[in-house]
C-alpha cells in the first residue's frame, strides 16, 4: 500500500513492524514514531503487527526505520 492523502493534505501510510507483541510493544513503538517531525497520529496495532502513521508530509522510510529501530523492533515495510 503506497500512502495516501486525504482532503485535509495529510498522509496515511501503513507499515508493518515485526516483534510486537503487546501494548507496551504498540505505546514503544508509537513513542518514537512520533516524535518524527510532521507526524499528526500514530496508531500500532500488536496482533497485526501494523502500524498507522498520519502526518504532515510523506515520511522518509529511512526516519521511520531508525524510530523503529529505537523502539527495539524491525520495520518490514509498507503494509
Do not use: W
Amino acid at each position: 500500500m503506497s500512502a495516501q492523502t486525504d482532503t485535509q493534505g495529510s498522509v496515511t501510510a501503513v507499515y508493518k513492524v515485526s516483534g510486537m507483541s503487546c501494548g507496551h510493544c504498540e505505546g514503544s513503538v508509537s513513542a518514537e514514531i512520533s516524535e518524527i517531525a510532521g507526524v499528526t497520529s500514530v496508531k500500532a496495532v500488536a496482533s497485526t503487527g501494523e502500524v498507522t502513521v498520519v502526518s504532515e508530509a510523506a515520511l522518509d522510510e529511512e526516519a521511520v526505520r531508525a524510530a523503529v529501530d529505537e523502539a527495539g523492533f524491525e520495520l518490514v515495510g509498507r503494509a
